[in-house]
Structures are given as C-alpha cells and as structure tokens.
C-alpha cells in the first residue's frame, strides 16, 4: 500500500466509523487510482479521491407505518446522493434487514465508478431501508413504499435523483413508490426506473443485471476464443438477478447447477433448466416461497442448509467452468474461492455487488481466471434503466430487440472499456484495477471542468 493510499485509508476510516463495507470499496478502487495518479499529478493536487469518497448529500429519515395488527412500526430510510459530475444521481433502493448507512455508502460509492463505464451520462446513488418485505402482507408493503416516498419524494425527481429497484425492491414496491410519488407531485414522470410495462417501464429492464453479467462472462470468454456453450455454472441467490442469469446461461448453452436463498441452496446436477426456472420464478415473485421447495419437487436435487458454523459456503465447491455470484455482498470468501479454483472454475462474472472479499479477489488475481468485478459485470441493470430514462423523455418505447442489442452493446463496451485502461496502465487481464480506472477516470476529467464543488 502506497502513502498516498494509507493515508486516504486512515482518513475515511476516522470519518466514517463502523462501516467497514465502505471502507472496503474505497480500498480496492484507492489502490487501482493510485496508479492514474502517478501520471496525472493534476487530480491529486483537486483532491479529485478526497471528493469522490464523500458523498454529495446524505439523507437520512423516519418511516412509520401501520402493520395489518393496527400497530406503529418505525423503519429507517436513507439515500445517499453520491456523485452527480456526469449526470443527476442514479441507483437503487434496497429493503433489507441489513441495511444501514455504511452499507448504502458503499453500494452508492461502487454505482458511480459502474454508471460511468455505461457509457451514459448517469451519476452514482443508492437508498433503502432497514424494512425487511419477507413475511409482510401486500397491504403492509404498500403502506410502508407510501411512507417511504411521502419523505423521499423531495429529494428525487427525473432531473435529480432517479432511484431503482435492489434486493427486496422488484415490480411491486417500485408500483406502490411510484404511485405514491405521482399521487404527491401530480406528475407522471420517468423519476423511478424498473417500472411496469404498462406504465413507462422499459423491455429487457427485469433481465438486464442477469443477461448483462452472462454477456460480461460471454466477453472475456470470447477474448480467449471461447464461449458459455456446455460450461457448468454455479449461480448463487434466486432472486432477480439469479433468475435472468440461469435463463441466459441456458440460452447460451451452458448450464446451472446451484441457486440458493438466505436459508440454504439446492445443487441440480441435472441442471435448471427453463421449466425449472419458471417453476423457480413462480416460487420466489409469486408464493415468495423457500428454495428448498426446488429439492422436493425435483428428483436428484440436494437441498443445504445454511450453516453458520462453517468458515466457507459449501455452494461454491462444486466442479464447474464458471460462477455467477448473484446473492449479496462478501458471499465469496478466500477459502470459498480456492474451493473455486480447485474445483475448475475459470470465470467469475459477479451479479451481485461486491460479493467478494478483499482476499477472495487477490485469490482470483494470482490465478489469473477470468474476474469480472461486480462495477463492470453487472452494469447492465443499471445500463438499461438509463435507457428506460432515455425512453421516458421521448415518450417512445424501443422493442425487446432493441433493448437487448443495446443491452449487449453496452456490456462490450464496458469490457472494452476495461481491457483497453488495463493494458494502459500496466496490468494487464486485471478487470478489476481495469474497471476501476476506467471508471473513475470519465467522473474525474468531469469533476475537473466542474470547478471545486
Ligand atoms: P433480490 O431481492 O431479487 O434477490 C436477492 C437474492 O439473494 C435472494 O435469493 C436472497 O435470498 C439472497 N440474499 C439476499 N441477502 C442475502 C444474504 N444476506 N445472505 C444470503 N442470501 C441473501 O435482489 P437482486 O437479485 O436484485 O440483487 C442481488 C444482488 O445483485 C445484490 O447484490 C444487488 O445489489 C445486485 N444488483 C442488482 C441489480 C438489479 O438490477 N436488481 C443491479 C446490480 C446489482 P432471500 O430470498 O432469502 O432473501
């Protein structure tokens, strides 16, 4: 670790205490600037990393709500507007347990280096709550999503702040967000993305985070010649990003063995086919039911629990080609990649955000597989809610083909993007130092024409 770095690290760590997700994501794009900054000593001397790794605006506040009881629950809300030098604030909301601000800022910090490599003219943000939707009525989400936006509605806007779906916020919360926020500002307006169909939403918007990472995938395997057809592939969560990852991997010919939700995770080795896959959609968006149900509808399958006293996932040591975390962050630790590598694994496209651990990804680095970092991997989500936002101001929507030759478009540029700013600076095959700098390197020339504000 240089000076520079350790002393930026000791800097956010005395700033921002007990955040430990946010510290993490500073690190891993601070050591890769670090040598952008070498070569452009103008950055530094803007304190370009200084401001970067604080956020524009963070808003925090109170949602009360009424269960199906009759009684007060008190939830948190956030959002965290983090960089909006290219373009007005982009970024999902996520209900989860989990949730708190170091958590939102680290997920905010990582979408503005992704919006940048999109090629479109997006800023970073993120937002959520501590509400948990499992377990609750629709009644209760829709009172809570009314709650949430009576306050977030002043902070957002089409111009502004355009927040998205993310774990536990899909088509129904994004509904009862949306009509609550037309309802206050009597305006129709493209101010969330993820829409329905019916009402603004874009084709090919459910799919993208999923289709984009196997295209991510389908990109590095391509530069070496190769492709997804009948490669073996572990697919982690079952959520939105999970489903549409399966349901392209098996376009592409390959085949998914795993899928897993927070109890626990069933291994197919017969693969999941696409009348499995609509059985599992079934299960997780409509009876919102365990995976576990996969293991006793379906011969051959073995359903694990979760077990927390293990220091690995078992999910992740089984033979396959290739690996789409697709759950949540630090889901992949050093020992679940060694059990990776060792079980013939040579690509990793992340899904999800940051599901790797610090010493998981140098584990990836020294084999040399193909890693693609969630910030490059799985920008096609967010790629094609800029492309719903682009649609909602024509007041025009393109067709599914359209959309998906964007989409694919889009995910080659950003590995291009990548490959091009690592062999520049000297680290070839790296797709991490190669995403971070190509990232960062749009926002800073931006932040620099800006002026110091
Ligand atoms: P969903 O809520 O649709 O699905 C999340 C899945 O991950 C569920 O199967 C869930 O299980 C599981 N999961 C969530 N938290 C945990 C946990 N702590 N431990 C184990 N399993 C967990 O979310 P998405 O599919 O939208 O998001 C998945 C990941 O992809 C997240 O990291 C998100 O930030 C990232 N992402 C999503 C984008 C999108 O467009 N949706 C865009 C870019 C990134 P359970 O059902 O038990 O909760």
């Avoid at 520079?4 to 000791?10: F, K, L, P, R």
């Avoid at 205490?17 to 690190?27: I, L, M, N």
Wanted: hydrophobic residues 35%; aromatic residues 10%; negative net charge.
């Amino acid at each position: 670790m240089s000076e520079y770095v350790a002393q930026i690290m000791e800097d956010v760590k005395a700033k921002n205490p007990a955040e430990p997700e946010f510290h993490q994501a500073v690190q891993e794009v601070v050591e890769s600037i670090d040598l952008v900054l070498e070569k452009h000593p103008e950055y530094r001397q803007a304190k370009i990393m200084e401001r970067i790794i604080e956020p524009e605006r963070v808003i925090m506040f109170r949602v009360p709500w009424m269960d199906d009881q009759g009684i007060v629950q008190v939830n948190r809300g956030f959002r965290i507007e983090m960089n909006s030098a290219i373009g007005p604030y982009k970024g999902g909301l996520r209900f989860h347990p989990s949730v708190n601000l170091g958590i939102l800022k680290f997920l905010a910090f990582e979408q503005v280096f992704k919006n940048s490599l999109t090629t479109l003219p997006m800023g970073g943000g993120k937002g959520g709550s501590d509400f948990d939707p499992k377990g609750k009525s629709d009644n209760e989400v829709m009172r809570f999503c009314q709650s949430f936006m009576t306050e977030l509605y002043r902070h957002v806007g089409p111009n502004t702040d355009i927040p998205a779906g993310d774990i536990g916020v899909g088509a129904r919360e994004i509904g009862f967000l949306f009509g609550q926020y037309k309802r206050i500002r009597n305006e129709f307006t493209g101010v969330l993305t993820g829409k329905g169909i019916n009402w603004g939403g874009s084709l090919i918007r459910p799919e993208a985070t999923g289709y984009g990472a196997v295209y991510f995938a389908a990109e590095m395997l391509s530069a070496r010649g190769e492709s997804l057809e009948g490669k073996s592939c572990l697919v982690s969560g079952s959520g939105n990003v999970a489903q549409y990852t399966t349901e392209k991997v098996n376009q592409l010919g390959g085949k998914v063995v795993t899928m897993s939700d927070s109890n626990g995770y069933i291994y197919d080795p017969g693969g999941i086919d696409a009348e499995k896959l609509s059985f599992v959609m079934d299960l997780k968006n409509v009876r919102r039911g365990r995976i576990k149900d996969y293991a006793e509808k379906y011969k051959g399958v073995t359903y694990t629990p979760i077990d927390p006293s293990k220091d690995y996932n078992p999910l992740w040591d089984h033979k396959a080609d290739c690996a789409f975390p697709s759950a949540t962050q630090n889901e992949i630790n050093a020992k679940d990649a060694e059990h990776l590598i060792k079980n013939g694994v040579y690509v990793v496209s992340e899904g999800a955000n940051m599901p790797t651990t610090p010493d998981g990804v140098n584990t990836f680095l020294e084999h040399k597989i193909l890693y693609g970092p969630g910030k490059a991997a799985n920008a096609g989500g967010v790629a094609v809610s800029g492309l719903e936002m682009a649609q909602n101001s024509m007041r025009y929507s393109w067709t599914r083909e359209e959309v998906d030759n964007r989409l694919q478009f889009i995910m080659k540029s950003i590995h291009t993007a990548c490959v091009d700013a690592c062999e520049r600076y000297g680290v070839k095959g790296n797709y991490v130092d190669g995403a971070n700098i190509a990232g960062f390197i749009k926002v800073a020339h931006a932040m620099m024409d800006l002026g110091v504000v």
